[in-house]
């Protein structure tokens, strides 16, 4: 089964979200569980995830990405910050336990100086504080593409993440245009990188893909995303990722820059592939 949907809006809620993905010719979709570049939240309503529940099922759409907001930092300098970024983190993951089943992805943090050892430390931390035993939504750390001190652009960093959780209920959400930015060859040798990924991290961690094209080079860990098919990737690069054997089933999600019409044309694109 292909999963293929977009970052979608969740303020009319999910259920009003999961009609607009299925409008658009979506099975699967993203949303930020709070104000992406802040930190507040929306009020919960148990009854909008509950109808969402049923129309996901009754849709046979795969899981849903939830994104945590790009302000959450679990590994920045300052102690009080810090804190309120794993309390922010903990709330998501309370409110996710709502839509059982789903996964919520996030950017593990920039160390800010501090060494990746010390921010990895602060982000095992935080999610062994806020992963309980039995949380029902798997908890998953996106590639990044290593501007500045971010962590996340080596499969090695993501896998001390995963070794220090000790958890199940983790995973990871691979991005193209990241990890092509991070230094990973997915235009020229895919096959290379996914063997690399199974060796460093294993590929049945792996729970769902960002599809995005990059504006920038190989290499360059500038985090750029472009329209599929207009960056460096091409086209021909996703033809191979959504026909992929060992990437069937998993949620795929596009953050390119463009509104509803764009997004519909692009999954028409992809599934046409
Ligand atoms: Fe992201
Ligand atoms: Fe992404
Ligand atoms: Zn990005």
Known sequence: MRYLGCHLSAASGFAAAVDTAKSIGANTFAFFTRNPRGSK???????DAALAMDKLGNYGFGPLVAHG??????CTADADARAFAADILADDL?????LPGNLYNFHPGSHVGQGEEAGIGYIVDALKKAIAPGYPVTVLLETMAGKGSEIGGSFESLRAIIDGVGSNDIGVCLDTCHVYDAGYDIVNDLEGVLQEFDRVIGLHWLKALHLNDSKNPFASHKDRHECIGKGSLGLETFRAIVNHPALQGLPMIL????ELAGYQKEIELLNSL
């Open 94 to 98: 309370r409110r996710m336990a709502a």
């Open 41 to 47: 939240a929306k009020a919960e309503d148990a009854a």
């Open 255 to 258: 953050e390119t820059p463009n």
């Open 69 to 74: 907001a790009y302000t959450m930092n679990l």
